[in-house]
């Protein structure tokens, strides 16, 4: 009998996961978890009973948002074709935005989307994007130009667009126009350059060191001081830390 009820109660939990989640799209996180249990067809004594606070059923939805992007972007460090790597991740990871941009404004707000994650110790987004963009470069599939932090300004850019357009579907069209504007052919002071020597020129713009908290490349001007972090939020993290440990 209890593995009955240990199997019942794991099933009313994924119910409440998912309508939490679907819920949290349509109608921002202002829905209630008694709505949510409304929704899912429980009571709201079990919804209460695995998530005593909403916060604290919000932050599992987050949290399985960013696993599905962690495993996405691993899996996309394994292809081999550059190109289809970084466009597809970068759709990818708009794509769960615009499906749901309640959940990508807390994730904006938890920092999630650039602050490593607490298992580990990696940039959910900044650790693969890093890695996808410095390939398909030397690929010559991207314009030379870029840096992890201009693409994600763009990502969080396109997420954006989901609160003026019209529908998905033209949010999902000008995402695609961004995207676009990205490659080398569309780009005629970019457009000269080969695969060699963007190379050349990646190389040259990183330092030997990589960033202590998230390991992505660390870039400088070639004039000055290196710098030690690749963001102010890493920055930010490893000086957090420290006063943890002192």
């Known amino acids: 009998m209890k593995r009955v009820e240990r199997a019942d109660a794991q099933r009313n939990r994924r119910k409440v996961l998912e309508t939490a989640d679907r819920l949290f799209g349509e109608r921002g996180t202002a829905v209630s978890l008694g709505e949510i249990a409304a929704a899912a067809g429980v009571g709201a004594g079990t919804v209460y009973r695995h998530f005593p606070t909403k916060d604290a059923l919000l ?30 991740y970068l759709r990818f990871v708009t794509g769960r935005a615009l499906e749901n941009r309640a959940i990508c404004e ?3 707000a938890r920092g999630d989307w650039i602050e490593p994650e607490k298992a ?5 987004i ?7 963009l410095r390939r398909a470069q030397q690929a010559g599939a991207v314009r030379s130009d870029l840096d992890p932090g201009d693409v994600r300004a763009l990502m969080s850019g396109c997420t954006g667009i989901a609160g003026s357009a ?9 995402a695609e126009i961004v995207w676009d504007g990205l490659r080398p052919q569309r780009n005629p002071e ?38 030690k972090y690749c963001s102010p939020a890493c920055r930010q993290k490893a000086f957090r830390d420290k006063r943890k440990g002192a």
């Open 59 to 88: 932050a599992t939805v987050l949290d399985h948002r960013l696993s599905q992007i962690a495993e996405y972007g691993e899996r996309a460090l394994g292809e081999r074709d550059p190109d289809a790597a970084f466009f597809g």
């Open 106 to 108: 807390a994730l904006t």
């Open 120 to 124: 580990g110790g990696r940039c959910v």
């Open 126 to 132: 900044d650790n693969p994007l890093a890695q996808l």
């Open 166 to 174: 019209s529908s998905r579907e033209q949010a999902q069209r000008l």
């Open 190 to 227: 970019t457009s000269n350059e080969t695969p060699a020597s963007v190379e050349t020129r990646n190389e040259t713009a990183v330092t030997e060191g990589a960033c202590p908290v998230c390991g992505t490349p660390v870039a400088h001007a070639g004039t000055g001081r290196p710098a």
